[in-house]
């Protein structure tokens, strides 16, 4: 178990290759989206990864691949990565690590809980999503619509 | 597979047979650091969404984790109006970025320097 765990971790980690084509990591992350959701059915989070699967590797990435494939990037193979950057991210994204890592072995935050009990929960999570959280989920829906409406009118050739 | 559980099982401080709450989360802040690291260091657009993408599924996996371990469902149904939200966002900031495309031709930020001072 925790070897998949790790497998995927190492997954995780490729999922920002230094290769300088886009569809490439566009690749990657169908894999760490995937990875992740596996992640969710060993955390009994099933609707959850399955709505990650059918959401963002459906929905999400043929939209990424649709626009890499129509802006058609090609000149990024040429141009060189800024050393000053790279050497600046990579240490203050390093210092945010060691950070997080640190506080949360420090923490332990698992240790005073019991262990996890919660069985049948995606009839559970149907029930709450319609009493509790119906307000919200209407919100959402029309958020959807309006978002819609909002890329049909950003990506029409000449507004009138 | 076999080999890395060999290693882990050998290392002492990770000998847990179960991940437990610690794990999820370790994953999840190097996860969310990777997605940092690709918006700090990538300079073409569309990688960066894709980094912004997986910072947020980051802050998605820390929160099923914590409403696994706490029995509590409401971090699943945040989770999934997270989900919801994001597809919105990536829908509607690929269309600007096609706009964007459309107007200027590029999709690099370091082309895009008209506020600059």
Do not use: W
Not at chain 1, 3 to 31: D, E, H, W, Y
Not at chain 2, 32 to 58: D, I
């Amino acid at each position: 178990m925790f070897a998949f765990l790790t497998l995927l971790c190492g997954v995780l980690v490729v999922a920002n290759p230094f290769s300088r084509n886009p569809v490439t990591s566009a690749m990657f992350l169908v894999l760490t989206i995937i990875s992740m959701a596996g992640l969710f059915v060993l955390l009994h989070a099933f609707f959850l990864a399955a709505v990650q699967i059918l959401v963002y590797a459906g929905a999400v990435m043929v939209l990424f691949l649709f626009v890499i494939m129509l802006l058609d990037l090609k000149e990024e193979e040429r141009r060189r990565v800024k050393k000053f950057s790279l050497v600046g991210g990579l240490i203050s994204v390093g210092a945010i690590v060691t950070i997080f890592v640190k506080s949360i072995l420090a923490a332990k935050p698992g240790a005073n809980l019991s262990a996890p009990r919660l069985e049948g929960e995606t009839a559970a999570l149907g029930k709450l999503l319609f009493t509790q959280y119906l307000l919200p989920f209407e919100v959402v829906s029309v958020l959807l619509l309006v978002a819609m409406v909002g890329v049909i009118l950003l990506s029409k050739k000449d507004l009138k | 597979m076999q080999a890395p559980s060999l290693h882990y099982s050998i290392t002492p401080s990770l000998r847990c047979m179960t991940p437990g709450l610690e794990h999820y989360l370790v994953v999840s802040a190097l996860l969310f650091c990777l997605g940092l690291l690709g918006v700090v260091t990538r300079r073409n657009l569309l990688v960066m969404y894709m980094s912004l993408e997986l910072m947020l599924n980051a802050a998605n996996l820390a929160l099923v984790s914590f409403s696994r371990f706490n029995d509590n469902l409401n971090g699943q149904i945040l989770v999934f109006f997270i989900i919801t939200v994001a597809a919105a966002e990536v829908s509607v900031g690929l269309a600007l970025i096609v706009a964007l495309y459309r107007k200027r031709q590029t999709a690099h930020v370091e082309d895009l320097t008209t506020m600059k001072l």
